[in-house]
Every structure is written in C-alpha cells, then in structure tokens.
C-alpha cells in the first residue's frame, strides 16, 4: 500500500493548474472543439493503462474533466501526484 500524503506535501507537490478537492486532485482541460478532447482523454487514457493508475474522465463538448484519487489507501498518494505530473508533460509537448 501506498502512504497518503499529507496537506503539505499535495500543495508543495501539486502541479500548475490542478486542484484539491477533498480526496481528490482536479483538472479541466479546455479545447476549442469535441474531438481534440476526445483525442486527449484517450491520450490520459494510455498513460493510465501504462501506470496501471486509472483516473476518472468526464469529456464535455469543450473540456475534458480528470480526477484522481488512489481508492485503495482512501485518498492521494505519490502515484496521483506523478499521474498529474505526466499527464501535463504529454500535454505540453
């Protein structure tokens, strides 16, 4: 099992642009039409099945919605925080 992390390592630790939100940590991406956003949660996707740490991805017609959270140990740990993590690098690129 994984350890939770604490208050103060979720925000020194938590990227640009994500969010706490209890148990969990948040993004919206935005994109200016459906299908870019359909292509990124796909992207989210595959990086999930490679870290075998599966998200939540709610696409609406303008964003793309990504939560994370570990369910096993009740909350965020070091693997949300690194998903985040890859997730932006890929985003950015």
Request: charged share 40%; glycine share 6%; no cysteine.
């Amino acid at each position: 099992m994984a350890a939770l992390l604490s208050d103060e390592e979720i925000e020194d630790r938590l990227p640009d642009e994500w969010e706490r939100e209890d148990d969990e940590i948040v993004r919206v991406y935005e994109f200016d039409d459906y299908l870019r956003g359909v292509n990124f949660a796909q992207m989210v996707g595959e990086i999930a099945e490679a870290q075998f740490h599966h998200p939540e991805i709610i696409i609406r017609y303008a964003g793309v919605e990504i939560r994370l959270t570990s369910h096993e140990e009740g909350g965020i740990t070091e693997s949300d925080i690194e998903m985040a993590e890859l997730i932006e690098s890929e985003r950015d690129d």
